[in-house]
Structure formats: C-alpha cells, structure tokens
C-alpha cells in the first residue's frame, strides 16, 4: 500500500499507473480503490497519463480524523499532486465531482474535468429535503447504518423505494453499509445545490478550462445540473455522452478526457 500525509495528519491510500501528464481521478459516493468507476477508467487512461486513483479519507485503506471538514477533502487532494509532483489534471465523478470543483479553486489544477454532479436546479425532481442532513447524522449515530444508505438512495439520489429494497438482498449492499458513515462527507459537498434553485456563480476562482460531462440517457434533472455548471464556470466546454447514464462507461468517457486535457 502506498500512501500520502495530508495537512491534518490522515494516512491518505493511492495507486498510481501509467506514464505521462499526471491525472488524479476523484470519486464519487461510498466508492473505493476496488469498488469504484474510476478503477477501469484508470487502466484506460494509464497508456496517456500517470493516473492516481485514491480512497477518500474514510473509506478503504486511508484514515480518518475527525471533525469531517470538506477543506480537509481538498488538502486530501494537495497531498495527491503534491505527490504527482506539483500539479496535476483533475476528474471527479458525481459527488467527487463537487470535491474536484473545490479543490480547483485553490490547488495547482491545469485542466479540470467532471461527470455529472448531483445539483438539483429545477422542478425536474424533488428537492432533498431541508432535514435530510441532520436526520442522516442521526441514524448513523443510533448505528442504523443501513437506514442511512436506504436514506441516500432514496432522497439523496432520488432511486425508488422498490430498486433500493431489491438492493438490499444484493452482496454489495454489505459494502455500502460499511463506509454509511462517510455519507455526510459527500453531503456536505452539494447539499448547498440541491434545493431545486439556479445555481449562484459559485465557483469564480475555477477559471481554469474545464469540460463539464453529462450523459445522454442520465435522468433529466442531472442533466440539466450539469448544464446549468457549464454556464456559470469561467471557462468550460460542455459535452453529452450519448447513450451513458450517471453509471458511465470507461471506454465512453477515457477518450473525451484524453482529448480535452491532451489538447
């Protein structure tokens, strides 16, 4: 295992593969080395890019050390590139999406690059209710780790009440309860975005290019989220995958990121 100290002392997990420009791939919700979308875009990327994929403070082989802060999240990220050698490109998925937008206010980021983060900014779904933040905390205070990752899948993400019950019988579900407790990490990182109102110039200092990534068969309302980021950065391209959803392809994607940070 190889890891990186980040500002407050938190042993942060990484892997790096390939040769080249270096990448770091953020992830979203719950994912880790070894159960994350990011490991097989790594192996895709790796022949054009040095790419570090790492577990987020909390989740896998990295420490924890509390109280959760989403600075700490990107001083996790300066640790990545300072380890790359300074500076690097960055991908964040989903929530890691959210993470990567932050830490490219601050940290040297030549290029940024996201998919699909999950800002509500219209009445194409229904907004995560105004308690969901402090009713989340509490089931995994009483221990009810699985009521937090029903909780998530329901509101947060918006998935029936009938897909998650047959989750649950699924072997993986037994992963998801495992890191419940990182949930409000990711929380904190778009609950401010997710009121089903316009989305504020929230992030001027992002003014590096960035290529903004949804997919075609995505659900309207993330959809139009990332739209509606794609207008308010400083300098962002906007790009479709057709025919991928929030669960995107790595083949479908490898080749749009190749593209924009190698042009």
């Known amino acids: 295992m190889t890891t990186t100290t980040s500002a407050d002392g938190t042993e942060i997990a990484y892997t790096r593969a390939g040769s080249g420009p270096a990448l770091v791939l953020v992830d979203g919700a719950m994912c880790y080395r070894g159960s994350s ?12 890019f040095t790419v570090y994929t790492y577990d987020r403070r909390g989740r896998g082989e990295s420490g924890d050390t509390g109280p959760y802060t989403v600075e700490r999240e990107v001083e996790d990220v300066a640790a990545l590139i300072k380890e790359a050698g300074g500076e690097a490109f960055l991908f964040g998925i989903s929530s890691g999406a959210a993470l990567a937008l932050e830490a490219a206010r601050s940290l040297p980021v030549p290029k940024l690059a996201v998919y699909e983060p999950p800002f509500i900014v ?14 989340l905390d509490q089931a995994l205070k009483e221990g009810k780790r699985g009521k937090a990752v029903k909780m998530f899948m329901t509101e947060g993400v918006g998935l029936s009440s009938a897909t998650v019950a047959m989750m649950r019988i699924m072997p993986f579900w037994s992963k998801l309860k495992r890191v419940a407790h990182t949930i409000p990490y ?22 590096v290019p960035a290529l903004v990534i949804d997919g075609g068969r995505s659900p309207d309302w993330m959809r139009s989220g990332v739209a509606s980021l794609a207008k308010v950065l400083p300098s962002a391209e906007y790009r479709t995958l057709p025919g991928q959803t929030h669960i995107v392809k790595a083949p479908a994607l490898a080749p749009v990121l190749k593209e924009f940070f190698l042009a």
């Open 37 to 48: 979308p990011n490991d097989p875009l790594a192996k895709e990327l790796a022949a054009h």
């Open 122 to 135: 219209d009445g194409t779904r229904p907004r995560v209710p105004a308690d969901y933040a402090t009713r």
């Open 186 to 207: 990711d929380t904190a990182m778009v609950i401010d975005h997710q009121a089903g109102e316009p989305l504020p110039a929230a992030w001027p200092e992002v003014k």
